[in-house]
Nanobody
Framework: QVHLQEFGGRLVQSGESLRLSCVVGHRGATYPMAWFRQAPGKEREFVASIDRSAETIRYADFVKGRFFISRYNVENAVDLQMNNLKTEDTAVYYC??????????????WGPGTQVTVSE
């Protein structure tokens, strides 16, 4: 079992920046990590991902150039720096970890989410 906890969500104004953090509940193993978000009435969508070595990073088109994902393996944490926020970025942001077990099966773990609200 992998426990994740997000931090940093709050109310901000359009154009402002915000940094979210996700902490993995134990150290000693690192995982590919990602951020997803879910706006009211919409399905959860991919935002950004980063592999264990931070060599492969991917972004959804709608956040390219505005959001930046990074990781700190010593602390087993992943951050999402969000710049130039827009009202359409309002959502609950979820941290995701992808764990491969000994049989090669991938398991996805999720944090409880942190609310980001962007006002005009």
């Amino acid at each position: 079992q992998v426990h994740l906890q997000e931090f940093g969500g709050r109310l901000v104004q359009s154009g402002e920046s915000l940094r979210l953090s996700c902490v993995v509940g134990h150290r000693g193993a690192t995982y590919p990590m990602a951020w997803f978000r879910q706006a009211p009435g919409k399905e959860r969508e991919f935002v950004a991902s980063i592999d264990r070595s931070a060599e492969t990073i991917r972004y959804a088109d709608f956040v390219k150039g505005r959001f930046f994902i990074s990781r700190y393996n010593v602390e087993n944490a992943v951050d999402l720096q969000m710049n130039n926020l827009k009202t359409e970025d309002t959502a609950v942001y979820y941290c995701n970890a992808q764990v491969i077990d000994s049989s090669g099966t991938q398991h996805d773990y999720w944090g409880p989410g942190t609310q980001v609200t962007v006002s005009e």
